[in-house]
């Protein structure tokens, strides 16, 4: 293990819904392996708290299950599992009732850091603010984690933060965004702001366009009822490509702090026009010989929600104007990957002629799989024949650059989960971030449901549907390829 693992304070973490599906794959084997790190202090307890009746035997057994399903197996060390569940116990408390709440707060120690954790459906964080509140547990120095949705649109956005508000100030709210925490996506803002090399180029002078794909091969699963209420605009667009967006497009903040960094990223999205309605692609998969058509899937043949989206956006800014981002995420196609591909102009004239099928530079940042950046850079093709250039990338895979201290890259929760134990509120979105993202994405919505809009189909295991290539080609563009 990473030796430069600095522990963080004691503390006392209670996941709310500490038995659900989100609890199981990502917060319980990512501490865990935070454990396993050396960053848990040996103080540290973690308390799930969650609607049916478990003794923590059971609970701890849940872990071992979950840990064995969802980890590596270079972290199935059985001693090291024994004395992480060791730290682990379970109230079964009902978030609209009252039961188990005393129980819960008497749990509590003193003088340790206490975070809750609403790993629930949003329908009841209202009421675990309440009642933390009630039972004396909101006090000044408490942490909330909210998961997302967060809303559904601007007005239920801003519902949820007054709510939050009532017992706890913004800087006690951790809004997730796993994105965030993904190592390339802070990456991103050490490329920019670590280098002189690529920010006095960052700007609609040199570059083309900005494509962001976020690509799943899968569908919308069991998931179908909850997925048809929200489709890609909501439960994507607004919230992780928004904050890609953010982070490629904001202005350098004078500090690396969490108020800074925010500040720059609302005045991006406040500086974001409203979407033509020809600037937008919405599709729905078929079917195909092993899985059923999206509108099966979600039981409503009659369903326009969208499994995919592409959008042009502009922003209005000196540093933006004339520079289109191209967003694209979508359901069943052809690879799992996210990436976000920085398109430089060409070079002004070429003093080698011409030169058929060249393109300019083009920075990928993959996050992906493979976690990692590419430049693409034009150099001379080897041997006789004269000056024929040729594209190669400059590669770096984060895992073959930094060698082993690459492996232990946390999971994206588990970072989220550190930072909020240290009180550092910088991968997390603020209140005000969050409604202005929800202020932008509403008009668009509105507009194809006035509309009327059917979403067009698409093949499953595409790159989606045939108009969103031409979104692109019509202004002499190509989409990156969806792969592996
Ligand atoms: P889930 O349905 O699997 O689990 C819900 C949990 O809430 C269970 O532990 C259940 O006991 C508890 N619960 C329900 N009603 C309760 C009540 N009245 N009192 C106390 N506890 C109660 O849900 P999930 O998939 O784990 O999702 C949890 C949250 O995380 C949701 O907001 C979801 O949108 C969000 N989220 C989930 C995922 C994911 O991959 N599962 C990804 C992103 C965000």
Redesign the pocket.
């Known amino acids: 293990m990473v030796s430069r693992v600095i522990p963080v304070d004691p503390f006392d973490l209670v996941i ?8 199981r ?1 990502k917060i319980l084997p990512g501490l865990y392996r935070r454990f396993l790190s050396g960053q848990m202090p040996d103080e540290a307890r973690i308390i799930a708290a ?3 009746e478990h003794d923590d035997q059971e609970f701890r057994d849940f872990v071992r299950a979950a840990i064995d399903e969802f980890g590596s197996p270079e972290i199935q060390i059985p001693d090291q599992i024994d004395a992480f569940l060791d730290r682990l116990s379970y109230v079964t ?4 009732g009252d039961q188990g709440w005393p129980e819960l707060a008497k749990k509590l120690r003193k003088k340790v850091v206490h975070a809750f954790y609403f ?4 329908g ?1 964080f209202g009421d675990l603010a309440d009642r933390l509140h009630h039972y004396g547990m909101a006090d000044a120095d408490a942490r909330i984690v909210v ?3 967060f809303g559904h649109d601007l007005a239920s956005a801003r519902e949820l933060n007054e709510t939050l508000a009532r017992h706890f100030d913004e800087g006690q709210i951790y809004r997730i965004d796993h994105y965030l925490g993904k190592e390339t996506v802070q990456n991103l803002m050490a490329v920019r702001f670590g280098n002189i090399l690529f920010e006095p180029l960052w700007n609609a002078q040199y570059i083309d366009h900005i494509q962001i794909t976020v690509a799943e091969t899968v569908g919308v699963g069991g998931r179908g009822a909850y997925y048809d209420k929200s489709g890609a605009m909501r439960d994507m667009v607004q919230n992780h490509l928004m904050q890609l967006l953010c982070l490629i497009a904001m202005e350098p903040p004078s500090h690396f702090d969490p108020d800074a960094v925010r500040d720059e990223k609302l005045k991006v999205i406040r500086a974001l026009d409203p979407v033509e309605p020809a600037e937008i692609v919405r599709g729905q998969y078929g079917a195909d010989e092993d899985h059923a058509d999206y509108l099966a899937d979600v039981e409503d043949r009659s369903s326009r929600t969208e499994s995919f989206i592409a959008l042009k956006v502009h922003l209005s800014n000196w540093r933006w104007k004339g520079t289109p981002f191209y967003l694209r995420t979508g359901k069943r196609l052809r690879a799992r990957t996210s990436e976000i591909a920085v398109v430089f102009k060409d070079p002004p004239h070429s003093i080698f002629g011409p030169q058929e099928g060249r393109r300019g530079n083009v920075l990928v940042i993959r996050l992906q799989p493979n976690e990692g950046i590419n430049l693409r850079v034009t150099i001379k093709e080897p041997g006789p024949g004269g000056m024929r250039l040729v594209e190669v990338p400059l590669d770096m895979s984060f895992k073959e650059a930094l060698g082993p201290d690459a492996e232990d890259i946390p999971d994206a929760y588990e970072r989220l989960i550190m930072d909020v134990i240290r009180g550092n509120q910088t991968l997390f979105m603020r209140g005000d971030e969050v409604e202005a993202a929800w202020a932008w994405t509403d008009p668009v919505i509105h507009g194809w449901e006035e509309r009327g809009d059917i979403p067009r189909g698409y093949d499953p295991g595409s790159s989606g549907p045939e108009d969103a290539l031409m979104l692109m080609h019509r202004d002499g563009r190509r989409w990156r390829e969806v792969k592996a």
Not at 119 to 122: A, F, T, Y
Request: glycine share 16%; no cysteine; aromatic share 4%.
């Open positions: 709310f819904g500490g038995t659900g599906d989100l609890a794959r969650a609607r049916s408390v009902d978030a609209r790993s629930v459906g949003p009841l998961e997302k949705p």
